[in-house]
């Protein structure tokens, strides 16, 4: 199937020149002003402000000497809000408030917005958008400087400066069609229409193969049958529901593709274990997955994700990408260090615009995926993804549901080139979801699946 529409709306590149004798707003460069970028319908964001070092407000670029996009806010938008946008009458608009400094930090925390409430608010930017300009090619709303403040008689109006685009962002779609603890099949979204493209299979290794920790075999990935056979605390499983309960490892996600062949996997190789003298799994003592791919008859490791409890009602989370080198030891690149919400549906993401683009590990692979014609391989697509493939832009994205829930998964259509491509995205947000359960405070239950014992 086709990749889904999506569009990026981005603003970036901020900066601030301050009036040669400022009245009250800004009084130095020390200052951290900052920007709330408000979109309707979607959460505010705000951003520091860099002060301009330029003479003028005459440059049509106070970034230039910068090779990245400097990324302060980003607006996704999917087909549905995409059309609902078209079809509305009204105008839409970015608005973009911009509050005096203090000497304080900047918004290093999610009580950034709040703490404009007590700055004073020294001009609004209202940025048109169009977005039938973007359908199909990125497009520039706004690029340069605009003059805020300055209000009263003789006073000198600061200059903010803004780029505005909205770029096309195609995506696959995936969906789990339960708990991955259920070993469900895993779908291709595109609208209203769901095809079948993955099963899994969750799995509790064996506690004693201490040498599978790493690379576990291929011959161990066998195709699901099914949700495993549940242990309920009577008979002869409850001792080892209560282990597996209180340890909290050993646990896989095996990605097959529909002839049963295995094309990813996500193993956890750290154990979520409660930091000495506290119920809950802790950043200092994180639980770890290794997430896998083929390669030549094996498992390759591809990236670490680890995972710990953060503060009631978080899972902080960092994904680091595996590199093969020359060493012994394999270099890697930290994609993501963040915080999701563990309140109802969060989302993990890896997104690298205005940042320095990664370098990907994608092995030879002609399998068919996306388009339902044929294989794809290096002549079709050039070299790409095949000679020195990077990450850079927006990768993916999933929904961390927990309990009972059906992830999905959105992944950029630059970062697909296979089926083990996609699927190793697929089992990422597999093994972030089950994260969500192994960082709970260890007296709660876990869920039924993550007790049930290894078929």
Same mark, same amino acid.
């Given at each position: 199937m086709d990749p889904c529409p999506f569009v990026r709306i981005l603003v970036g590149n901020l900066? @601030?020149? @301050?009036?040669?004798?400022?009245?009250?707003?800004? %009084?130095?460069? &020390?200052?951290?002003? @900052?920007?709330?970028?408000?979109?309707?319908?979607? /959460?505010?964001?705000?951003?520091?402000?860099?002060?301009?070092?330029?003479? &003028?407000?005459?440059?049509?670029? /106070?970034?230039?000497?910068?090779?990245?996009h400097s990324l302060a806010a980003c607006f996704n938008l999917d087909k549905s809000q995409i059309d609902k946008f078209l079809q509305s009458k009204k105008p839409k608009s970015l608005n973009i408030e911009i509050y005096a400094g203090d000497d304080g930090g900047g918004p290093s925390s999610s009580a950034a917005a709040c703490c404009c409430s007590s700055r004073k608010l020294m001009g609004t930017v209202v940025v048109p958008l169009?977005?039938?300009?973007? %359908?199909?090619?990125? !497009?520039?709303?706004?690029?340069?400087?605009?003059?805020?403040?300055?209000?009263?008689?003789?006073? %000198?109006?600061?200059?903010?400066?803004?780029n505005v685009r909205v770029e096309p962002e195609p995506r696959y779609v995936f969906q789990f069609e339960s708990d991955p603890v259920c070993s469900p099949q895993i779908f291709q979204v595109q609208g209203s229409v769901k095809q079948a493209v993955f099963t899994c299979k969750f799995n509790l290794r064996n506690q004693g193969d201490r040498s599978s920790l790493s690379r576990p &075999?291929?011959?161990? &990935? !066998?195709?699901?049958?099914?949700?495993?056979?549940?242990?309920?605390?009577?008979?002869?499983?409850?001792?080892?529901?209560?282990?597996?309960?209180?340890?909290?490892?050993?646990?896989?996600?095996?990605?097959?593709?529909?002839?049963?062949?295995?094309?990813?996997?996500?193993?956890?190789?750290?154990?979520?274990?409660?930091?000495?003298?506290?119920?809950?799994?802790?950043?200092?003592?994180?639980?770890?997955?290794?997430?896998?791919?083929?390669?030549?008859?094996?498992?390759?490791?591809?990236?670490r994700l680890e995972a710990w409890r953060e503060g009631r009602k978080g899972l902080g989370y960092r994904f680091d990408l595996l590199h093969d080198g020359i060493t012994a030891t394999p270099t890697t690149s930290t994609l993501v260090n963040s915080v999701v919400s563990t309140k109802g549906r969060g989302k993990f993401a890896i997104d690298m615009t205005g940042t320095a683009a990664t370098p990907a590990c994608s092995p030879h692979s002609s399998c068919d995926f996306g388009s339902g014609s044929g294989s794809w391989s290096g002549s079709e697509f050039g070299l790409g993804m095949l000679s020195q493939p990077i990450y850079k832009g927006f990768v993916m994205s999933s929904t961390v549901e927990g309990k009972g829930g059906q992830p999905e998964v959105e992944i950029g259509i630059q970062h697909v080139n296979c089926t083990e491509d996609a699927a190793v995205f697929v089992a990422l947000a597999a093994a972030v979801d089950l994260s969500k359960e192994a960082c709970r405070s260890f007296p709660r239950r876990l869920r039924k699946g993550s007790q049930q014992q290894q078929a």
């Open positions: 900066a @601030l020149k @301050l009036p040669r004798s400022p009245s009250a707003a800004c %009084e130095s460069s &020390s200052s951290n002003c @900052l920007a709330k970028v408000r979109f309707k319908g979607f /959460p505010t964001q705000v951003a520091t402000i860099p002060i301009s070092s330029s003479s &003028s407000a005459s440059s049509s670029n /106070p970034n230039s000497s910068s090779s990245t169009d977005l039938r300009k973007a %359908e199909f090619r990125p !497009s520039v709303m706004h690029n340069g400087w605009v003059p805020i403040g300055g209000r009263k008689k003789g006073d %000198e109006p600061a200059h903010f400066f803004l &075999s291929m011959a161990d &990935s !066998s195709a699901p049958t099914g949700c495993l056979r549940s242990i309920r605390g009577s008979g002869d499983g409850g001792s080892q529901s209560n282990q597996f309960t209180k340890d909290r490892k050993g646990w896989t996600i095996t990605i097959h593709d529909l002839s049963g062949s295995p094309v990813a996997m996500a193993s956890m190789v750290t154990p979520f274990v409660p930091s000495p003298g506290s119920d809950r799994v802790s950043r200092s003592n994180p639980g770890a997955w290794l997430i896998l791919r083929p390669s030549s008859g094996t498992w390759k490791s591809w990236g």
